[in-house]
């Protein structure tokens, strides 16, 4: 059933990203690696036709942005460029979307030398994080989950203690 859900929704591409994303933060993308790679294959040619048509939002490109690095494909760093406002810098509102910055936060880490947006998004992203995990006003589970994320991001991470903190971050 697992396997027929990764191929089933081909009405909304990014269900299926978020779909593989899960997959992979659970640790049970070994066992559809073959649908995975199909769906990878499948999406990154229609990628810029699904991407720039659509205003998503910084989790979701952030998810999507991480999904096809991890798996080798040369998505673009220009992805975050629209959430750049018209000095170069990342919009301060970002600050609020709590997913949306640790999505930011982790595609960081998927950067290459030269890529200078993924510097200032690492920059931008851990300064918010560490603001927001020293509040009082933080609830304990989201200032461990960020601590965490801080000092190891999830792909560097031992898998079944990421597991147990993505799991965390559901609950969000």
Known sequence: MGKDMLLTSTVDPIENIYMINSLISLGVSYHFEIE?????????????????NKDYDLYT?????????SHGYKISCDVFNKFKNGDGMFKEELASNIKGMRCLF????????????????????????????????????LREYFANALYRPYHRGMLRVEEKHYILFLLI
Do not use: M, Y
Not at 36 to 52: C, E, G, M, S, Y
Not at 61 to 69: D, L, N, P
Not at 128 to 141: R, T, Y
């Open 106 to 141: 982790e595609a960081s880490h998927w950067g290459i030398h030269g890529e200078l947006i993924l510097d200032e998004a690492l920059a931008f992203t851990r300064l918010h994080l560490e603001s927001l995990i020293s509040h009082q006003s933080c609830p304990n589970h």
């Open 36 to 52: 995975i790679d199909k769906q990878l294959d499948h999406l990154f040619t229609t990628l810029p036709q699904f991407i720039d």
């Open 61 to 69: 490109v952030g998810v999507i942005f991480q999904v096809f690095r």
